[in-house]
């Protein structure tokens, strides 16, 4: 008995789990800011502090929808993606925020970090980065409402 359990401890423990995690839909094929995106910051995002809390996940809109993403979508659980690059922070099973659009790596990392220090209260104090506390849902500058 003690096998066993100690063998399901160690199956829970080896797949990680995340609660968050950020969905980029994209198509390199047929667009320059989500090719710019994978050349300049999908390299290197893995070893971001962000990562850790918001693992990056890509789906590509060329190819069939995922069953989660239609079963989500027929329960309103997500909006519809009508651009690309689309950036959703997804949490288990809805949409938290979103981001529209990819400019440079810089102004990534600064509109992902805004909202990380303006949600501390969900993903806690990210490293010693300076940034503006500016409140929002979504990851836009005009947008300035709570995460809930």
Known sequence: M??????LVFTLVSYPVYAYELLMFSDPEVCGYCRNFMEETYPTYK????????PLKIVLISEPPPKWFTDAFEQKKIKPIQGIPMFIVW????????????????Q????????????????GKIGELKGRKV???EFERETNTNFP
């Open 2 to 7: 003690k096998k066993l359990l100690l063998s």
């Open 47 to 54: 070893d971001s502090i962000y990562a850790k809390q918001l």
């Open 91 to 106: 949490d288990n099973d809805k949409e938290i925020a979103r981001m529209y659009g990819y400019k440079n790596k810089s």
């Open 108 to 123: 990534f990392y600064s509109d992902l970090h805004d909202f990380f220090v303006a949600n501390e209260h969900i993903f």
């Open 135 to 137: 409140p929002r849902n």
